[in-house]
């Protein structure tokens, strides 16, 4: 029973006259920090003080009407965060909660010199950042051995959707934390892969003044402009605003490809009395990049060649999208709460490309095609969740309930012609162009609706944490030909649920096991044989146990995670009508560890370091893949960075960085023939902060280690080496 109006006593407990279930005010989620760290601390905050202008403005008191959620989506200063809302949907900590969360925070994206989301996430346990090479079209990652690109692409905690070719990209710039869940999340997020998914969380308004421009040079001609304003507006405190925005010219270590980009995020935060908080959210993003970036492969062989496939005179991908939403907050009391997140969004792809045809008869002559994609993909997510504190017994609650619907439809139309032949011998590029018009190929338009029921209860009893949630989905997935003028529509629905147990000891230590299950509708049919009947969604189910530990008195965080998991209703070659069809006897199987650590001691030490051990593997399968790696999966990982700042001195405000990453061989081609070698790239920095201004220089990939990663027939080379000279004032 909840109980939605009570007197609130000064130890924070409601008096009622049900004595068994009482509603209980929210409590800080840790303890106050030990004297010796606050002591610690606030020197540190003097010092700095007096040394230059903060590089990270304080953390301002939070009225009564800002969001609840603000401590588990608002600014980290240094490299640990404390709480999370991406795997609860609530103000969890993150020592107590029973799933394998990371969090990436600004200042950590800003000390690796990370340019994109993937490089954000590089030094993250058990995502696979650059699994195909380097790409400037998408941020692309792989979560304990499963894609996560298309439908694991998360914003604010609502989805980005995608079509076949464009994908809602994410600044790193405007984001205030960047974070992962790992393992099937669909009992909170609905239809996804079984790896888990990655929530970009937004830069929001603050209500203290921030005054933000930089200025950016790299190699290969990077320049780079941003600004980030925030704070009240001139005499209305109960309106705050934020701008945040980017503008980028580079060009990549591909000849003749780009890497351009505008970004602009307006952001105002109304405070709509003392219990309601209205957050309108706007993003609009204009690129430019290659639209093939790809080498040739030796057909003897399997790896790579140093020939482009591409060619910069038919080689452009531009990709613009805009978004805008709300994010609602009203608390009836301080037991109850009503949350709604809602976006409507909008991209357009535009691409132009040359790729390889076959070889003459001759061995020495590429035949070439040009074509051009075009594709319009439109979005609508809404969340609406009532949340609930309250007690039964000794039993401490938090209930979530909530209603989401997402909306997707894509409009997608491919050309093709013919291209000019290329020497093999002699090859020249740059002066290729079609021969002939283009002629569409294949126009369809595909929508997808989903509409999920979920609830979800944070039992909490003495040192026990338990998590227990339930989904109902309800889907339809239609595709239309439009040049055979033919529909296609399934409606999966599908129930998906998880438990977790945590117990948290008084030392820090955290124990816990999960248990969690997902699903993802999926296109397609079964050949006419079998009726031609719409493929039923691939499903995931893992069984995840950890140990989490937060010691007293520092500001660390160190995770160890073994997990078992395992998808479902693969798509497989059918036995009967070839492989031009399939069916759906497939099974992949991922299972292995994660280890990983994050500090920020007042001393000006902050750090990250991981391992990673994969063990993917085809299960069940009607094709030679049997048994097999899947493409593109490392069996082992690992990475460490650290970061270290001069406090007092004649070096106080000297800061250098320095950092390793490692990733194992992965398989090439589905039946394990041909290797990619493994990957080892140094990552260093060098930074000064004095009087409100930050210089620094970043580079990555010192020694310009560039891999050739092939991916069943595309290849391409790692990121080489990229250095990034930026000067910031802050005032």
Request: some cysteine.
């Amino acid at each position: 029973m909840l109980i939605g109006d009570a007197c609130w006593s000064r130890e924070g407990h409601a008096q009622t006259t049900l004595p068994s279930v009482t509603v209980e005010a929210p409590k800080p989620a840790q303890a106050r920090p030990a004297r010796a760290e606050r002591r610690s601390t606030a020197t540190q905050q003097r010092r700095t003080a007096q040394r230059v202008s903060p590089a990270q403005p304080p953390a301002a008191v939070a009225p009564a009407s800002v969001t609840t959620l603000s401590r588990a989506t608002g600014p980290v200063s240094g490299f640990v965060a404390s709480a999370s809302a991406t795997g609860t949907k609530s103000n969890t900590p993150l020592i107590e909660s029973s799933q394998s969360v990371s969090v990436v925070t600004q200042d950590q994206i800003r000390d690796t010199g990370a340019r994109t989301v993937g490089e954000a996430l590089a030094y993250t346990a058990g995502v696979q950042t650059q699994p195909f090479g380097y790409d400037a079209r998408y941020d692309q990652y792989m979560i304990r051995g499963f894609s996560s690109t298309q439908f694991g692409n998360y914003r604010d905690g609502l989805r980005q959707g995608n079509g076949l070719y464009v994908y809602f990209r994410n600044e790193p710039y405007g984001a205030e934390r960047i974070e992962v869940l790992r393992g099937p999340s669909s009992v909170l997020y609905g239809a996804n892969d079984a790896g888990g998914l990655v929530n970009y969380v937004s830069k929001m308004p603050l209500p203290y003044r921030l005054n933000e421009a930089g200025f950016d040079v790299g190699n290969f001609n990077r320049y780079q402009g941003r600004f980030d304003f925030s704070g009240p507006v001139p005499g209305h405190d109960d309106l705050l605003y934020r701008f945040t925005g980017l503008v980028r010219d580079s060009g990549t270590q591909i000849p003749g490809t780009w890497d351009d980009r505008v970004f602009l995020a307006p952001s105002v935060t109304a405070k709509l009395g003392e219990d309601t908080t209205l957050t309108i959210l706007s993003e609009y993003t204009r690129s430019k990049a290659s639209m093939w970036p790809y080498y040739m492969q030796n057909p003897l062989t399997g790896h790579i060649t140093d020939i482009r496939l591409g060619d910069p005179a038919f080689d452009t991908l531009k990709i613009s999208q805009a978004s805008i939403g709300y994010r609602l907050e009203h608390r009836f009391n301080p037991a109850l709460t009503f949350r709604q997140n809602v976006r409507i969004g909008h991209a357009r792809l535009d691409g132009d490309m040359i790729d390889g045809l076959g070889l003459s008869a001759d061995g020495r002559t590429l035949n070439r095609y040009a074509s051009n994609f075009k594709e319009t993909l439109n979005t609508f997510a809404i969340d609406s969740q009532i949340e609930a504190k309250l007690v039964t017994g000794p039993i401490r609650h938090t209930v979530l309930a909530g209603v989401d619907y997402f909306r997707q439809a894509t409009n997608f139309g491919y050309s093709v012609g013919s291209a000019p032949p290329l020497d093999l011998t002699n090859p020249v590029i740059g002066v290729a162009f079609p021969t002939s018009e283009l002629s569409l190929l294949a126009a369809n338009r595909q929508t997808l609706g989903q509409l999920g029921l979920y609830v979800q209860d944070q039992l909490a009893l003495g040192g026990w944490r338990l998590t227990v949630g339930g989904r109902q989905d309800f889907s339809e997935l239609s595709h239309y030909d439009e040049l055979a003028s033919t529909t296609t529509t399934s409606k999966p629905d599908r129930f998906t649920g998880r438990a977790g147990l945590l117990y948290l000891f008084d030392s820090g230590v955290a124990p816990y096991v999960n248990y969690a299950t997902s699903f993802l509708p999926q296109a397609g049919t079964t050949a006419p044989g079998r009726g031609a009947s719409p493929f039923a969604p691939t499903t995931g189910e893992s069984i995840e146990a950890g140990i989490k530990y937060q010691p007293r008195g520092w500001n660390s965080y160190f995770t160890a995670t073994w997990f078992n998991l395992t998808k479902d209703n693969v798509l497989t070659v059918d036995p009967v009508f070839g492989a031009m069809y399939s069916v759906q006897t497939g099974q992949v199987r991922s299972r292995g560890t994660e280890l990983e650590a994050v500090l920020s001691l007042a001393e000006g030490l902050k750090g990250i370091a991981s391992y990673s051990y994969t063990e993917a593997e085809v299960t069940r399968s009607n094709d030679a893949d049997l048994g097999k790696v899947p493409i593109g999966v490392p069996t082992q990982q690992a990475a460490i960075f650290m970061d270290y700042t001069w406090q007092t001195g004649a070096l106080a405000g000297f800061g250098l960085g320095a950092g390793v990453r490692w990733i194992d061989r992965t398989w090439a081609d589905s039946i394990n023939t041909v290797r990619n070698p493994a990957i080892t790239a140094v990552d260093a920095g060098v930074h000064y902060d004095v009087r409100g201004v930050r210089f620094a220089v970043n580079a990555r990939n010192l020694g310009d280690q560039r891999v050739g990663i092939c991916n069943g027939g595309n290849c391409t080379f790692t990121q080489g080496r990229t250095v990034l000279g930026s000067v910031t004032a802050r005032w």
